[in-house]
Nanobody, 120 residues
């Protein structure tokens, strides 16, 4: 089992920044990659960014390229999402999710989510 806990959400004005954290615990050695997803009211969940557990490879959705940065702290088993130049369209609940070696094609473990609200 892997447990994920997000933190760092909040209310920020357009143009501002936030840093989200996703702390992993449990069988972290089995994690293959961690991703951040978001879901706004009335919209489908969308992938924002992902990083391999080694930290060697990253991916960003087109709509966040150049604004968001995903990174990992090995010592803390924590993945971060630095979000800059936020705009109201970034308002959503952000979840982190993990793929493990047991189910490498599916995000089986999810955090509870953290709300990000960007005011205009």
């Amino acid at each position: 089992q892997v447990q994920l806990v997000e933190s760092g959400g909040g209310l920020v004005q357009a143009g501002g920044s936030l840093r989200l954290s996703c702390a992993a615990s449990g069988r972290t050695f089995s994690i293959g990659r961690i991703a951040w997803f978001r879901q706004a009211p009335g919209k489908e969940r969308e992938l924002v960014a992902r990083i391999t557990w080694s930290g060697r490879s990253t991916y960003y959705a087109e709509f966040v390229k150049g604004r968001f940065t995903i990174s990992r702290d090995n010592a803390k088993n924590t993945v971060y999402l630095q979000m800059n130049s936020l705009n109201p369209e970034d308002t959503a609940v952000y979840h982190c999710a993990a793929v493990t070696s047991a189910t490498p094609l599916r995000y089986d473990y999810w955090g509870q989510g953290t709300q990000v609200t960007v005011s205009s």
